[in-house]
């Protein structure tokens, strides 16, 4: 069946730009959480979604980055005013439910270069 | 705060040599535990993961792991590599309540020779 997928794969963007990621997670998932992987690094956790609802937000590095979810399937991760420093691999991940032992799936990532 | 220690960078090992990956973690509690590969292009796929019970646990691909509380470690195995095995490899912790929010080590990157 379908896996994670995200749009786009590559960004580029100017600095200053604001950028929106997409993120389809697999039907049915009830949990979506966001990373982000800068070069050399493992993932550091940004966000997470039980349906709808965005329960922890602790991992955004500042109020320039929001994430929605608003029918509880596809989600978007937006950045606005992009600075050089967001430079980063953002993986998305679903699971099937709500608990610590649920298997989570992740997407490809969208390599985002701000220049 | 939990933290993951991954503390080799680089691994070489010659194909059909036996692999060890070292994860070390600092958690107030027992976390739980995986393993995750990633290749170039591709998203993190899990390997394997511990929960409770048996501190030995198999994963796909061959690969093992074995939790040992005394060391705070959760080390990876494999008795034979193949080349198809080099990959970044990430350690990675959550809470054992509720969701599953994972710390991860710096990663691992396996580099298979001839």
């Known amino acids: 069946g379908a896996g994670v997928s995200q749009s786009p794969r590559y960004k580029v963007a100017k600095r200053g730009q604001d950028v929106a990621l997409r993120c389809d997670p697999i039907s049915g998932h009830v949990s979506l959480f966001w990373y982000q992987q800068a070069l050399g690094q493992g993932p550091e956790f940004l966000t997470y979604?039980?349906?709808?609802?965005?329960?922890?937000k602790s991992g955004l590095p500042s109020d320039r980055f929001f994430a929605e979810r608003p029918e509880g399937s596809v989600s978007t991760l937006k950045i606005q005013r992009t600075q050089q420093e967001d430079s980063a691999v953002y993986l998305c991940?679903?699971?099937?439910?709500?608990?610590?032992?649920?298997?989570?799936?992740f997407g490809p990532g969208t390599r985002l270069t701000v220049l | 705060a939990q933290s993951v220690t991954q503390p080799d960078i680089h691994i070489t090992v010659s194909e059909g040599a036996s692999l060890e990956l070292r994860c070390n973690y600092s958690?107030?509690?027992?976390?739980?535990l995986f393993w995750y590969v990633q290749s170039p292009g591709q998203g993190l796929q899990l390997l394997l993961k511990?929960?409770?019970?048996?501190?030995l646990v198999q994963g796909i691909k061959g690969f093992e792991a074995e939790f040992k509380r005394s060391q705070s470690s959760f080390n990876l195995r494999k008795p034979s590599v193949h080349w198809s095995d080099a990959a970044e490899y990430f350690c990675a912790v959550a809470p054992n309540s509720g969701y599953s929010t994972l710390t991860f080590g710096k990663g691992t990157m396996l580099l298979v020779s001839p």
């Open positions: 979604f039980q349906n709808e609802a965005q329960l922890d």
């Open positions: 991940a679903s699971s099937l439910a709500r608990s610590s032992t649920d298997t989570q799936y």
């Open positions: 958690y107030g509690a027992t976390p739980y």
């Open positions: 511990y929960f409770s019970g048996d501190t």
